[in-house]
T-cell receptor, first 111, second 114 residues
Framework: KAGVTQTPRYLIKTRGQQVTLSCSPI?????VSWYQQTPGQGLQFLFE???????NKGNFPGRFSGRQFSNSRSEMNVSTLELGDSALYLC??????????FGPGTRLLVL | GENVEQHPSTLSVQEGDSAVIKCTYS??????FPWYKQELGKRPQLIID?????GEKKDQRIAVTLNKTAKHFSLHITETQPEDSAVYFC?????????????FGAGTRLAVHP
């Protein structure tokens, strides 16, 4: 079974721009969660989608949004990028249990 | 609150020694506690997990213990090897908005010296 995949793997943007990241879960997994990883803050929970509905949200500003499609693929969008948004963005998928499987991440650099 | 504290933030051991990483959580309803290992430049990988109805779980050189009363859990690695060098994250479920979400600790950077 193919693992969780994320595209793109690397991205460079400038302040004020917006960005869209994509995550394809493991086949059969309907839940996709997104995390922001920075050196000082560890893994911070952004949101979780299940069957195209957001069912949990972390403490991030409204500039961070996401969606999920009928095939369980998920996208997250960050608008009006700030320097502090530079991070590794990880998605993770799971079936019914709590066990989450992570993708390789998208490394975003905001200049 | 939504909080998982993890200690130490860095840990350096000699090959063959044991390593212990400790985490505390705040939500008494938390019932699932996974541990992830993240090697440099790679994705976090689940190495072991424990549920609240179990006090200890072992898998070869790694073990996890859970003390529900004190709300803390620990990862124990015995006979450490250089390939154990990585960042380790603990996590705990938090029931919020009708569903569980995982809250992670800040991570422990383990260095195993030959």
């Amino acid at each position: 079974k193919a693992g969780v995949t994320q595209t793109p793997r690397y991205l460079i943007k400038t302040r004020g721009q917006q960005v869209t990241l994509s995550c394809s879960p493991i086949s059969g997994h309907r839940s996709v969660s997104w995390y922001q990883q920075t050196p000082g803050q560890g893994l911070q929970f952004l949101f979780e989608y299940f069957s195209e509905t957001q069912r949990n949200k972390g403490n991030f500003p409204g500039r961070f949004s996401g969606r999920q499609f009928s095939n369980s693929r998920s996208e997250m969008n960050v608008s009006t990028l700030e320097l502090g948004d530079s991070a590794l963005y990880l998605c993770a998928s799971r079936r019914d249990s709590e066990t989450q499987y992570f993708g390789p991440g998208t490394r975003l650099l905001v200049l | 609150g939504e909080n998982v504290e993890q200690h130490p933030s860095t840990l350096s051991v000699q090959e063959g020694d044991s390593a212990v990483i400790k985490c505390t959580y705040s939500d008494s309803a938390s019932n699932y506690f996974p541990w992830y290992k993240q090697e440099l430049g790679k994705r976090p990988q689940l190495i072991i997990d424990i549920r609240s109805n179990v006090g200890e779980k072992k898998d070869q050189r790694i073990a996890v213990t859970l003390n529900k009363t004190a709300k803390h859990f620990s990862l124990h690695i015995t006979e450490t090897q250089p390939e154990d060098s990585a960042v380790y994250f603990c996590a705990a479920t938090l029931f919020s908005g009708g569903y569980n979400k995982l809250i992670f600790g800040a991570g422990t950077r383990l260095a195993v010296h030959p």
